[in-house]
């Protein structure tokens, strides 16, 4: 086991390595400079240099204070060089937007708010918070985070499994079910894919793979449905579905249910094979299909059955999405 002392030496060294490499490496010249906002310029005694060479004028106790990456750093002596107006410069990777983000969350200023089309600015300041140790930082953008989980449910799942983000993992992974898995990630590349493990990845398949199980046994077992008063039920004119009665309500009863919507029901479990979530049952292109042959053909149906179909469907889809919401991500992050 390495020791906590022998650990910070470690960080100490690689640290002073890394200001030897700056020192030694073309030190990037500054386009502009500016004061972070909320930093009074005067008591300013840090200079962060942007990728692209704009200067942030900040103070190192508030940076030591947010950051221990930065708190290490400032322990290091001072290269005498690297200096502008007699203030010691940092040169940063990240870009000025993204610095200017860092800053955001090392100060005592309201949380950053994101626009639906800044994911790539939350991934990047999740990356450069990570990488300089801002915890607290990275706690408040997990909560940006989850934003995007329904319009981008797989990147997510992708960036929160990178940072060890176990709750937003599970929230993405469950807004990934709108869709089919395959063949969309064969067929749309998803750059944060790159950031995690295989394992993270087949995690996810065979959470994909339990929900369509247990949202399609729904409809091969059907003692979930309480009200047996539905006109599919209860109809003796139209056909009724070849394979017998079927139970309902706890088993305790048996019905010969009508062959539509049997029907109905396969077609809405072959389409949960591929999107496992309570909106497929409420396609109105297939409940409009379903109804059509009832009202057409039946005497008995055609005066209740949408009224039917629509009470049923409301409670079906609650159903699968409650039946699914207890289907376990299973993923152990660290
Ligand atoms: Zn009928």
Not at 80 to 106: N, P, S, W, Y
Not at 193 to 204: K, M, P, R, Y
Not at 306 to 324: I, R
């Amino acid at each position: 086991m390495i020791s906590n002392l022998l650990l910070q030496k470690m960080v100490i060294n690689l640290l002073g390595l890394v200001l030897f490499h700056l020192a030694t490496t073309p030190w990037p010249k500054a386009i502009s400079s500016t004061s972070y906002p909320r930093a009074n310029p005067i008591h300013a005694d840090i200079i962060l240099r942007s990728n692209g060479g704009v200067d942030f004028r900040a103070h190192k106790l508030i940076l030591s204070k947010a950051s221990s990456f930065f708190e290490d750093m400032f322990k290091l002596p001072q290269n005498e060089k690297m200096k502008a107006e007699g203030i010691q410069v940092i040169t940063m990777e990240e870009d000025q937007h993204t610095v200017r983000l860092v800053l955001d969350f090392c100060y005592p200023v309201a949380e950053p708010m994101f626009s639906p089309s800044e994911m790539e600015a939350v991934v990047q300041l999740l990356r450069a918070l990570d990488k300089y140790h801002i915890q607290g930082g990275m706690k408040r953008t997990e909560r940006q985070l989850r934003v995007f989980a329904p319009t981008h449910p797989l990147r997510v799942y992708a960036v929160a499994c990178r940072y060890g983000m176990n709750e937003t993992a599970e929230i993405a992974a469950r807004h990934s079910l709108q869709a089919p898995l395959w063949p969309s990630i064969a067929q749309t590349k998803i750059p944060e894919f790159s950031l995690i493990t295989a394992d993270c990845l087949q995690t996810l398949l065979q959470y994909h793979q339990r929900c369509r199980v247990a949202a399609a046994s729904l409809v091969d077992d059907l003692k979930w449905i309480i009200d047996p008063n539905f006109t599919w039920f209860q109809c003796k004119s139209c056909s009724p579905a070849s394979g017998g009665p079927v139970r309902i309500k706890n088993g305790s009863m048996t019905y010969h249910p009508r062959s539509w919507w049997l029907k109905y029901m396969k077609d809405v479990q072959k389409e949960l094979y591929n999107r496992p979530i309570g909106s497929v049952v409420l396609d109105a292109d297939i409940i409009s299909a379903s109804v059509a042959v009832p009202i057409r053909v039946c005497d008995t149906c055609r005066a209740t059955c949408v009224g039917d179909m629509l009470k049923f469907c409301t409670f079906f889809a609650k159903k699968l999405d409650e039946t699914t919401s207890r289907v376990p991500l299973q993923l152990e992050l660290k």
